[in-house]
């Protein structure tokens, strides 16, 4: 629209859509060019990460362990102990944010309790992660006993996670419509039947990718493990009943250290533990995707 | 999951099309009658139409046949529902058995997400049978029945989502037969189809009705003219009150001689 003068149109009725068509010009660009800008943000997040971290990444700096008072060696007991983690908050969290799940989306009848819950969960969603760090530390390691050790932290973070992979499980299944549960009910299925047969698989997809983004949020969290058994320096635990190292607290450490910084050890950090992440999303979102292409409803 | 013999409640081995019996059936919602009073035969070998305008009750009521009700909270049917002389809805009724025996065909095709060949192949192994030679057999059998063998039978492994409407609709069909049912609800099943996919489906009926007994809510009366032995007329009169049987008669008969005045008001097109 040049100039200042309005163009001439042809118009077929009194309706003349050429201020509707601004907007949605406008409406279009501006979504465009902040889709852009966070793009770029990311990119350059990620490219400069790789940039200042890529340099330390050999074989000795993810297999050995922190030496010369941790300005050299590696960061294999914090890789392990990341990976600990995760193993440990994918055997709580996912059995029991699957189910919660699939009780509130597919068995619970709309009741008052059922309510509560749901805004339980997600106030959960809402606590700061710290505050689960802190009631970790009183339930685990003090009043259960666990003291400082992955299992206590497990527990901890498989806290922070639950209500992402509850809501997540709980999405993925609303997805699927009423009409496949009738088809499988109306061919005799029990409602077991229908869920293990029929629902679970086409909602698998769905599920996992939340699963997964819950678990990466827990793997990248420091705060919840900060009073629950994360160390400054740990061997490799080799049961679940010892404090550990882990990637994010080590990466916070290092960054703090005021006497004896070692840049290096930080940055190669960070992209160990981004890189490790950003993997497995990318992953679940490829699998994700192939098994989405035949879902049309 | 395969039920006892005792439990499935079969005419007889040969010929196991079904006959119900509805005495003074009546459905409400919560405190809301939708339908009252409704008795009638569905007779078997035959293919029994319910037509009406919309909110008459029409799919409520074929929905009470196979109880799939149960699944919606706050529903009660109150009467007698007798499928070959066993009332369906007292306590000692296994729902899930009953509903192998009357299978359902929906208004919109409802395929799984899976291969053509495991949706038709869904029914039977629910009822536990895994022999490959056998379900093969299963599978093309009911194809073939549902009249969509020749179109697929180069692409069993294709995923169902990829057939047409009808094309699925069919396969949807086949699925339902797959179970070996003595009755088929079919629940407007031509109603998001093209004329020719509904010319076919109307074809597969007929031939169904030699095997088992055929229920169709529909809300299309030339097609009900066309396929059904027995057409079923309910109406739901004002909002005060709870829909109704109107009339049941010969197909024949109802839409050339209805006896009743609202009747011929409906198929002559003048209300509803």
Known sequence: ?297 | MVTSPAKTDLPSKKDRAGRFVLEDVSVSYGNEKALEAVSFYIEPHKVTAMIGPSGCGKSTLLRCLNRMNDAIDNVKVGGKIMLNDKDIYQKAVDPVSLRMYVGQVFQRPNPFPLSIYDNVAFGPRTQGIRKKAELDQIVEDSLKKAAIFDEVKKSLKKHAFELSGGQQQRLCIARALATKPGVLLMDEPCSALDPISTGMIEETVQQLKESMTVVMVTHNMQQAARVSDTTVFLLRESMEEPAGLVEVAETSTLFTAPRDKRTENYITGRFG
Request: proline share 6%; hydrophobic share 50%; glycine share 8%.
């Open chain 1, 1 to 297: 629209m040049s100039g200042s003068k309005r163009k001439e149109v042809i118009t077929f009725s009194d309706y003349d859509s050429r201020g509707a068509r601004r907007v949605e010009a406008i409406v279009r660009t501006f979504t465009m060019i902040v889709t852009i800008a966070m793009m770029t943000l990311v990119l350059f997040l990620l490219a400069y990460l790789f940039v200042r971290g890529v340099g330390s990444i050999n074989w000795q700096f993810l297999s050995d362990i922190p030496r010369d008072r941790m300005t050299g060696g590696g960061i294999w007991p914090a890789i392990a102990g990341t990976l600990w983690l995760i193993a440990l908050v994918s055997a709580f969290a996912l059995p029991i944010g699957i189910a919660t799940g699939i009780y509130l989306a597919e068995i619970a009848k709309p009741s008052r309790p059922v309510r509560v819950l749901r805004v339980a969960i997600a106030n959960m969603a809402g606590v700061p992660s710290v505050v689960y760090g802190l009631f970790g530390f009183a339930a685990f390691s003090l009043a259960l006993g666990f003291g400082k050790s992955l299992l206590a932290m497990g527990l901890t973070l498989a806290c922070v996670t639950l209500p992402v992979v509850i809501t997540a499980t709980e999405e993925a299944l609303k997805q699927i419509p009423n009409e496949q549960r009738q088809a499988a009910m109306a061919l005799g299925c029990t409602r077991a039947r229908t869920l293990g047969k029929v629902i679970l698989p086409t909602a698998l997809p769905g599920i996992l990718t939340g699963a997964i983004l819950g678990l990466s949020r827990a793997a990248g969290e420091t705060a919840p493990i900060l009073f629950t058994g994360v160390a400054f320096f740990a061997p490799v635990a080799t049961d679940v009943m010892q404090p550990s190292m882990a990637l994010p607290y080590h990466l916070y450490i290092m960054a703090t250290q005021p006497t004896t910084p070692a840049p290096h050890i930080v940055w190669g950090t960070a992209l160990v533990l981004t890189g490790m992440l950003s993997i497995t999303n990318a992953a679940i979102a490829t699998w994700r995707s192939a098994k989405r292409r035949k879902l049309q409803w």
